[in-house]
């Protein structure tokens, strides 16, 4: 293997025989080691809710999508109007949630309505 370091001390690692990486430092073996231990993984919490969020976004766009057609169709909602705004607030919650100041602690994540666990595809 061959050791490389960038700009910021990242380790990079690629196989005997490979071309120069431009931008990269070669450095040794040992050196490669000793820099990896001291590396502390950072866990981004913040990319774990955004994850969360767009998770649950996904789960319920379908619903408003199918309130949506079938207005525009003319036919009878499943759900009410009060059910709809409802559903619109919370997906403006998930929205908002990145920007909240209790960000990314998910204690204070937005609640879905209650009525929504019972809906299905």
């Given at each position: 293997m061959k050791y490389f370091i960038d700009d910021s001390q990242e380790v990079f690692a690629f196989e005997l025989g490979s071309s120069q990486h431009e931008g990269l430092i070669?450095?040794?073996?040992?050196?490669?080691?000793?820099?990896?231990?001291l590396s502390v993984p950072v866990f981004d919490l913040?990319?774990?809710?955004?994850?969360?969020?767009?998770?649950?976004?996904s789960e319920v766009?379908?619903?408003?999508?199918?309130?949506?057609?079938?207005?525009e169709i003319e036919v009878s909602t499943v759900l009410s109007d009060a059910r709809f705004k409802e559903l619109l607030i919370y997906i403006q919650?998930?929205?908002?949630w990145p920007q909240s100041a209790d960000f990314p602690n998910n204690e204070y994540r937005p609640t879905a309505p209650l009525w929504l666990a019972g809906q299905t595809v």
């Open positions: 070669a450095i040794s073996e040992e050196e490669a080691l000793e820099l990896a231990s913040g990319f774990s809710e955004r994850k969360w969020r767009d998770a649950h976004l766009i379908w619903l408003r999508e199918r309130h949506r057609d079938q207005r919650s998930l929205r908002d």
